[in-house]
């Protein structure tokens, strides 16, 4: 699965809007295969042409979910406080993957994620690692209970996640997901996962 298939398959099986979470993703052009320029090769034209369709499927699927899809994360924050005034609402600064907020169990989740690429997958993985760390020390909860998950997909980029074991310490969980449901795997599992049903539901 490429990052942007990868997005819409952890919100359709831990977030889905149809159980009341408020969800904005950020799809970045180049997980679309929208910049670089004209690719060299047949089969890199070809993996572009099917990163774009992957992508735009994607896009529609997440927004069919009721999942808000790019745009301003401000004026989806300021719509999502409008809807919920005396909910003191949890601020998530930065760019983050997924942000999903359910504000009747008082519940976030923010994702960094990391799909099939024709990159280096341990260098993108440690990018999404930082991006993550850094989520922790800047969200504000305000009494919401939060998980940080890093979201992976393929074996090898699950491999080099695994041995980040240590991520767990500071409240950040490690997913790599398969093509169903069935076969996702926490490969480590922050101490609240349990507490807030991540396991088996969001």
């Known amino acids: 699965m490429f990052q942007p298939t ?4 952890f919100v359709r099986r831990y977030c889905s809007p149809h159980l009341g979470w408020r969800v904005f993703v950020d799809i970045d052009p180049s997980e679309t295969g929208r910049t670089g320029g ?3 090769g047949e089969a890199a034209r070809e993996r572009q042409a099917t990163m774009m369709r992957d992508g735009d499927e ?10 808000t899809v ?11 406080a409008k809807d ?17 907020v359910n504000a009747e169990s008082r519940r976030l989740i923010v994702a960094e994620v990391e799909g099939a690429s024709s990159g280096q997958p341990e260098q993108k993985l ?9 989520a922790v020390g800047a969200t504000q909860s305000n009494g919401f209970q939060t998980a940080f998950v890093i979201v992976v997909h393929g ?12 991520l767990k310490r500071i409240g950040i969980s490690g997913l790599s997901l398969g ?3 069935a076969e996702d795997e926490w490969l480590f599992m922050a101490d609240n996962l349990h507490s807030l049903g991540i396991v088996t539901t969001f």
Request: overall charge positive; aromatic content about 4%.
């Open 6 to 9: 990868v997005k819409l398959e």
């Open 38 to 40: 004209e690719r060299a």
């Open 58 to 67: 994607a896009r529609r699927e997440l927004t069919r979910l009721g999942a």
């Open 70 to 80: 790019g745009g301003s994360r401000a004026s989806w924050a300021t719509e999502l």
């Open 84 to 100: 919920y005034p005396d909910a003191a609402l949890p601020s998530v600064c930065g760019d983050r993957d997924i942000i999903a």
């Open 126 to 134: 440690y990018k999404a690692i930082g991006q993550i760390v850094l």
């Open 155 to 166: 074996n090898s980029v699950a491999s080099h996640l695994r041995s980040a074991v240590v």
């Open 179 to 181: 093509v169903t449901r």
